[in-house]
């Protein structure tokens, strides 16, 4: 089975934690003899080719300029969100490239409609943009925290399915990962940052208040991937307690999208192979 049909949101989908564990997408042959240091090994090393293939297939991609990828990846705090894109994109040349993330709005940007900020950051011909968190905190954070009531909530749902459709008839082809992670594993991530004196900087007190509202925050995720996941936009749910295989499904659901591109470099011109540099 294929990563987009093993990994694509269900229609009933349920975030359970049992779920966020380690799914090998097939046995490579012999795994249940290696170690689990090799099995991660291997997992690296497969990731490490996948991300080499598509740092080839966006440089097609940008050479052409005709079409464009948006990857919206969303989680948890901790769900690993930096991690995958340092792990996935570190091979590609960064002039086709770029990197956006979605903080607290600013008073220019609350003086527009919430997605005026987010569409001029969609990414242009030829290029892959990753949003890091995305316009999806304004159907998740404002929910839970009472900054909108239901019925706004359903109107944003509608307001996001019509934008992304947008998108997706103008050349865009856009990729929703949603990295799923335990109660526990964050528990353990964040007491991670709290005792290593290097990463205590990425710590917010706020993730622990924002912790105590796990289940509503899974059952936004629920609402919101099942309201907007569609065929044009799809929605992945990748299990990823563990870093490595999280790197190892997302490099391998991306490598499946962009070879079903049918990317390629434009065709040579015939005039240029004549010329001769003096």
């Known amino acids: 089975m294929k990563a987009r049909e093993r990994f694509r949101a269900k229609a009933n989908l349920k975030l359970r934690e049992e779920d966020a564990g380690d799914t090998p997408l097939r046995d490579p042959g012999g795994r249940d003899k290696l170690s689990k240091d090799e099995i991660k090994q291997q997992e690296r090393d497969t990731t490490t080719a996948l991300t080499a293939h598509i740092a080839q297939l966006q440089e097609m991609l940008y050479a052409q300029r005709e079409r464009k990828l948006l990857v919206v990846l969303q989680g948890m705090d901790t769900s690993g969100k930096d991690g995958t894109i340092r792990a996935l994109f570190s091979q590609i040349n960064p002039m086709g490239l770029r990197g956006v993330t979605f903080?607290?709005?600013?008073?220019?940007?609350?003086?527009?409609?919430?997605?005026?900020?987010?569409?001029?950051?969609?990414?242009?011909?030829?290029?892959?943009?990753?949003?890091?968190?995305?316009?999806?905190?304004?159907?998740l954070i404002t929910i839970v925290q009472n900054m909108i009531d239901e019925k706004e909530c359903k109107r944003r749902y509608a307001h996001i399915r019509d934008f992304e459709r947008m998108l997706a008839e103008t050349g865009t082809v856009v990729v929703k990962i949603f990295l799923h992670i335990s109660k526990e594993e964050q528990r353990k991530r964040l007491q991670e940052r709290l005792d290593d004196p290097e990463k205590q900087w990425k710590f917010d007190e706020g993730d622990i208040v924002q912790r105590k509202r796990w289940d509503e925050y899974q059952r936004a995720y629920e609402r919101a991937i099942v309201a907007t996941d569609a065929d044009h936009a799809p929605w992945y749910?990748?299990?990823?307690?563990?870093?490595?295989?999280?790197?190892?499904?997302?490099?391998?659901?991306?490598?499946?999208?962009?070879?079903?591109?049918?990317?390629?470099?434009?065709?040579?011109?015939?005039?240029?192979s004549k010329l001769k540099i003096a």
């Open 103 to 139: 903080k607290a709005p600013s008073i220019k940007e609350l003086s527009h409609d919430y997605l005026w900020r987010v569409h001029s950051q969609v990414p242009a011909k030829g290029e892959i943009t990753i949003f890091n968190r995305s316009h999806y905190e304004d159907v």
């Open 237 to 272: 749910v990748i299990p990823a307690d563990s870093k490595i295989h999280r790197n190892l499904l997302v490099s391998t659901l991306l490598l499946e999208i962009m070879e079903g591109l049918k990317l390629s470099f434009p065709e040579p011109d015939p005039r240029l």
